[in-house]
């Protein structure tokens, strides 16, 4: 287990080469060393992750109740408990999200420039292409606000620096 603090970002490479950027306030679970038939990992949090394609050994990232499927590719997960929704983009390769239980789950495909939204409470998801790099920024150390409610722009600041922040005007 690897956790992210408050104010903090994290670059880590798992067993099998595959890398992943943890955000401030995030945690990832996996086994070392990773089974040789299924790389599996849990995610509390928000990471990006840059997987290495190994088609006899598929990776999975489990994600509130969402997993996402891939062999090989780079995609960003954000769920954190506290969030209404499970957010997945998919910068490079494919991805399929199964929602569901193991076994029963439903399964939606995803392509390059595509974002996710699965709704906890109604189990809707939602999957559109649009552009996709502010959804990512943070990764390369960057914050990018671009129409997006100040609700939100407060939560990524208190995560990115590790303060309260207090928006006074609920207009805003």
């Not at 290495?52 to 489990?62: L, N, R, T």
């Amino acid at each position: 287990e690897i956790t992210s603090p408050i104010g903090v970002r994290s670059q880590i490479v798992l067993p099998d080469g595959s890398r992943a950027w943890l955000n401030a306030e995030s945690t990832i679970r996996f086994p070392v060393p990773f089974n040789p038939r299924k790389r599996v990992v849990e995610l509390q949090g928000e990471a990006f992750f840059d997987v290495v394609k190994k088609s006899s050994a598929p990776f999975e990232v489990e994600a509130d109740k969402i997993r996402v499927h891939v062999t090989g590719t780079q995609f960003n997960v954000k769920s954190f408990g506290e969030d209404d929704a499970v957010e997945v983009v998919l910068k490079d390769g494919r991805v399929t999200l199964g929602i569901g239980e193991p076994g029963v789950e439903n399964s939606v495909a995803m392509n390059p420039g595509e974002r996710a939204v699965f709704a906890k409470e109604s189990g809707k998801l939602v999957v559109k292409k649009e552009k996709i790099d502010k959804y990512i920024a943070w990764q390369q150390g960057k914050l990018v606000f671009d129409e997006t409610p100040m609700t939100e722009v407060a939560e990524m600041l208190e995560r990115w620096y590790g303060v309260d922040v207090e928006v006074n005007d609920p207009e805003v």
